[in-house]
Nanobody, 119 residues
Framework: QVQLVESGGGLVQTGGSLRLSCAASGSIFNYPKMGWYRQAPGKQRELVADITNSGASNYADSVKGRFTISRDNAKNTVYLQMNSLKPEDTAVYHC?????????????WGQGTQVTVSS
């Protein structure tokens, strides 16, 4: 079972940037889809962006054009570059590794990293 550790969160002003990292304990090549999710206080966890082994990516409409997800299989790390941050981006950001054994889905989550955007 893979262990995921997120880092790079912090406090930033509106319009600023942060780069989140998700380091895996094993090869992320075994996880066809890696993603970033976020959960704000009182809200449900939501998809921010995900990326496949082939590099195909998918973004929430609210972050398109501002966030970029990437993965480095050699370093077993997934990144989320966040630019033009807004107060509504404030949340705990979690990394997820996903694989699909025998037609089912297995998800593995990290503990999360806090991102706070001040107005």
């Amino acid at each position: 079972q893979v262990q995921l550790v997120e880092s790079g969160g912090g406090l930033v002003q509106t319009g600023g940037s942060l780069r989140l990292s998700c380091a895996a304990s094993g090869s992320i090549f075994n996880y066809p889809k890696m993603g970033w999710y976020r959960q704000a206080p009182g809200k449900q966890r939501e998809l921010v962006a995900d990326i496949t082994n082939s590099g195909a990516s998918n973004y929430a409409d609210s972050v398109k054009g501002r966030f970029t997800i990437s993965r480095d299989n050699a370093k077993n790390t997934v990144y989320l570059q966040m630019n033009s941050l807004k107060p509504e981006d404030t949340a705990v950001y979690h990394c997820k590794a996903q694989r699909f054994p025998f037609g089912s889905t297995a998800d593995y989550w990290g503990q999360g990293t806090q991102v706070t955007v001040s107005s």
